[in-house]
C-alpha cells in the first residue's frame, strides 16, 4: 500500500506523519500533546499512595502482575435511585426489572406515592404486622428500630430528592451576591495581607473574582469623574447596584432527574472497604414485633453513611504540617461532560472543544492516561490488593463501579499479534508506529496491552436471608492502549488505541472502553467513621437499642454540607438580567443536607450480619 503523508497540527504547529494524505488540526492536549514523565510519575505515587510503587515493566511481569485480584471481593449492590427516593425506596417487587419500573423516571410520580405511603402506611407503622415490616424501606426499619415513628431520616431523604428535583442545586442556596456590598472590606484585607499594594489595585483584583455590581459601577463612577476614588463611591454604586440586582434572576434548572443519579458513589467505595453483610439480622421490638434487616437493608445503610461523609472529599495536604485536612478521595482522570465527543484520524474519542462547565480544555473525553491506568491497576489492585471506582466508560453520564480484578495480555503494536515472552512484544519507536510524532521524548519503545477489567455491576435489591460472593454480578471489558518505554523499560508514557494494529481499518469495530476516571479512598480512611463514645451501651443486640440514641441518631440525620468562601469551597453562580440580554456570575453559597445514619447503629448492623 502507498504511504501517504498526515499533518497534525496543533495550535500552529505542523507535524508530519506516515499513513494518509490529510491535515487533521487537533487541539494542543494529550493525546496529542504527550505527559510530561514526571507528571505520570506524580500521578500514580499519589493516588497509590506509595513513593515506590512499580513502574518498570520487567520489574511488573517478574512481580507476576500480568493478572491480580483485590483481598476482598467487594460486595454489590444497587446504586439507589435518587428518583426513587435513595435508601427510602421500599424496593417493591416488578417484574419489569428494578430499574425499568413504570413510573421510575418521574420523580414526581414517586414522590407522590411517597406522600400516600407516609399518610397511611408510615402515620399507621405501629399496627403493621412483623412480615409487613419486613417490607419496609431500609431507612424506615432504622427509623423503626431507633423507636422514630416520626421516620426523621425517611423525610429527611425525599425531602432532598424533591428539592434537587425542583430546582437542583439552587435547592440548597444559602446565599446569592449580586450586589458585592462587601468588596471595600474585601480590597483592604487583601492590602492588610500585604497581597496588594494599594487599595484600588486590591479593589480591582477583588472585583474580577468576584464580578458582582456594587464594585463594577464605582470603577464606573471613578472613572467618569464623579468620584475622586472607589471608596468615596461604593455608597452610591451599592444603592445603584441593589435597585439593579433585583433584575437579575438565577439561571432556570430543568426539573428532571437523570436515571443514574444515585448513591453509586457511596456503594462503590464502602463494598471494598466495609465487610459483607452475609446474614440477616433480626430485632425484637418492645411491643414484641421482630424487625428483621435483610443484607441489601444493611448495604443501603452502609452505602448512606459513606457517601455524606467527609471521606467523599478530595485529599487536601496541608504544605505547612504535611498532614491531610481534607477529605479521602485520590482521583485520576476527569469526568467528559462534551455530549458528542468527536473521533480522531485513529478512531479514538477526544476533547474537541473545551468543557461546557468551566472552560478549561484539559483532556477528559480521551479517559484517564494509559500509563497511569496501568500502574494504578498493577499497583492498587495487584501489589497493594485494594479495590478502586471507576466510571467504566467515557461520557456524560456518571457510573461508578468497584474494581475487582484484571488481566492483560501484551501484543506486538504494529503487528497486533500476541507473543508468550514478554520481549517479543516489545518494539523500538519508528515510522510504522501511528502514533510516533505524538510519543514523549523519553520514550524508546512501546509495548501493546490488551486489557481485560473486572468490576461489580449494579444489582436489583432483593430480601435475600443471606449474601455471598456468588450473588454479584461481575462484569468484565476489554481495552486496548500501548505503553511508552524508555531505554531501561521504565514506562514513561502511552496511547490509547480504538483497535490493536492502532490504525482502524474500514468498517471495522473501534473499541472505546477506556475507563473515564478512577479514585480510591486513602488509606487512613477509618479517621472519617469514629463511633461516638458518650452514647448509653447497647447491651442486649436481639433487642432494640437503647432510646437515648435516638437523640444523637437525629443529630446525624442533620449533618449539612457547607459549600462557603469561608471555608474555601464558595461556588459560582450565573445570574440573568430579566432584560437586557446579559449575564454574570457571581458568589453564591450552599448548605447542603446530607443526612447520615447514627455510625454506632450501622456498625453494629454489619457486625451482627457477619
Avoid at 506486538?412 to 508506529?433: A, F, M, Q, V, W
Avoid at 453559597?589 to 448492623?605: G, H
Wanted: glycine share 6%; with cysteine.
Amino acid at each position: 500500500m502507498k504511504k501517504l503523508k498526515l499533518s497534525l497540527v496543533l495550535f500552529g504547529v505542523l507535524m508530519t506523519h506516515a499513513q494518509a494524505d490529510r491535515t487533521f488540526k487537533y487541539p494542543a492536549v494529550y493525546p496529542f500533546v504527550p505527559y510530561e514523565v514526571s507528571q505520570i510519575k506524580a500521578a500514580v505515587a499519589r493516588v497509590t499512595e506509595d513513593e515506590n510503587f512499580l513502574y518498570n515493566l520487567f520489574d511488573i511481569d517478574s512481580a507476576g502482575l500480568r493478572s491480580a485480584q483485590t483481598n476482598v471481593q467487594p460486595w454489590g449492590s444497587t446504586y439507589w435511585p435518587l428518583n426513587k427516593g435513595l435508601i427510602a425506596d421500599p424496593y417493591e417487587s416488578n417484574f419489569l426489572g428494578y430499574y425499568v419500573e413504570m413510573g421510575t423516571l418521574s420523580w414526581t410520580t414517586n414522590y407522590k406515592k411517597f406522600k400516600n405511603r407516609q399518610a397511611t402506611v408510615l402515620a399507621h407503622s405501629d399496627q403493621l404486622t412483623s412480615e409487613q415490616l419486613n417490607f419496609l424501606a431500609p431507612s424506615e426499619k432504622y427509623d423503626l428500630l431507633l423507636g422514630d415513628t416520626s421516620f426523621d431520616l425517611t423525610n429527611r431523604l425525599w425531602d432532598f430528592m424533591q428539592k434537587w428535583g425542583n430546582k437542583k442545586e439552587f435547592g440548597f442556596l444559602s446565599n446569592l451576591d449580586i450586589t458585592g456590598e462587601n468588596t471595600l472590606e474585601a480590597a483592604q484585607k487583601m492590602v492588610d495581607q500585604g497581597w496588594f499594594q494599594s487599595i484600588e489595585d486590591a479593589f480591582q483584583n477583588a472585583y474580577q473574582l468576584q464580578g458582582t455590581l456594587a464594585p463594577e459601577i464605582a470603577l464606573q463612577l471613578v472613572k467618569a469623574g464623579e468620584f475622586d476614588d472607589v471608596a468615596a463611591a461604593m455608597p452610591k454604586a451599592i444603592t445603584l447596584a441593589i435597585e439593579e440586582g433585583s433584575q437579575y434572576v438565577l439561571e432556570k434548572k430543568n426539573q428532571y432527574i437523570a436515571f443514574w443519579e444515585g448513591i453509586c458513589h457511596g456503594w462503590a467505595v464502602a463494598s471494598g472497604l466495609v465487610p459483607r453483610p452475609r446474614n440477616t439480622v433480626e430485632f425484637t421490638l418492645p411491643d414484641k414485633r421482630t424487625l428483621k434487616f435483610y443484607p441489601t437493608d444493611i448495604k443501603a445503610l452502609v452505602s448512606l453513611m459513606w457517601v455524606n461523609s467527609l471521606v467523599q472529599d478530595g485529599v487536601f495536604i496541608d504544605q505547612n504540617t504535611g498532614e491531610n485536612i481534607g477529605g479521602g478521595v485520590l482521583g485520576q482522570g476527569l469526568r467528559c461532560n462534551l455530549e458528542n465527543a468527536k473521533e480522531d484520524h485513529w478512531g479514538r474519542k477526544y476533547d474537541h472543544k473545551p468543557d461546557p462547565f468551566n472552560g478549561d480544555h484539559s483532556p477528559r473525553c480521551v479517559g484517564v492516561h494509559p500509563a497511569i491506568w496501568h500502574l494504578g491497576l498493577v499497583n492498587l489492585i495487584g501489589k497493594q490488593g485494594r479495590s478502586f471506582v471507576v466510571e467504566r466508560k467515557v461520557g456524560e453520564e456518571v457510573d461508578n463501579h468497584p474494581m475487582h480484578s484484571y488481566e492483560m495480555k501484551y501484543f506486538h503494536p504494529t503487528r497486533g499479534r500476541s507473543y508468550k515472552k514478554l520481549e517479543d512484544n516489545i518494539t523500538e519507536i519508528n515510522k510504522r508506529d501511528p502514533f510516533h510524532m505524538i510519543r514523549s521524548k523519553k520514550a524508546k519503545y512501546i509495548v501493546g496491552v490488551e486489557t481485560k477489567m473486572t468490576y461489580l455491576d449494579w444489582e436489583r435489591p432483593v430480601r435475600y436471608f443471606n449474601d455471598s460472593e456468588a450473588n454479584d454480578d461481575l462484569v468484565t471489558k476489554k481495552m486496548y492502549y500501548d505503553l511508552e518505554l524508555d531505554e531501561h523499560y521504565n514506562i514513561v508514557g502511552g496511547q490509547w488505541r480504538s483497535v490493536k494494529e492502532g490504525v482502524p481499518r474500514q468498517k471495522q469495530k473501534l473499541n472505546h472502553s477506556q475507563p473515564d476516571f478512577f479514585w480510591v479512598i486513602t488509606k487512613d480512611y477509618k479517621k472519617f467513621f469514629n463511633e461516638l463514645t458518650d452514647l448509653e451501651p447497647w447491651v442486649d443486640t436481639t433487642k432494640a437499642p437503647p432510646a437515648s440514641w435516638l437523640k444523637r441518631a437525629h443529630q446525624a440525620h442533620e449533618f449539612t454540607y457547607q459549600k462557603k468562601f469561608k471555608f474555601g469551597n464558595g461556588q459560582k453562580c450565573k445570574v440573568y438580567h430579566k432584560s437586557k440580554k446579559e449575564s454574570r456570575e457571581v458568589p453564591c453559597e450552599f448548605e447542603e443536607p446530607r443526612p447520615q445514619p447514627l455510625i454506632n447503629l450501622v456498625n453494629k448492623l454489619v457486625e451482627l450480619a457477619q
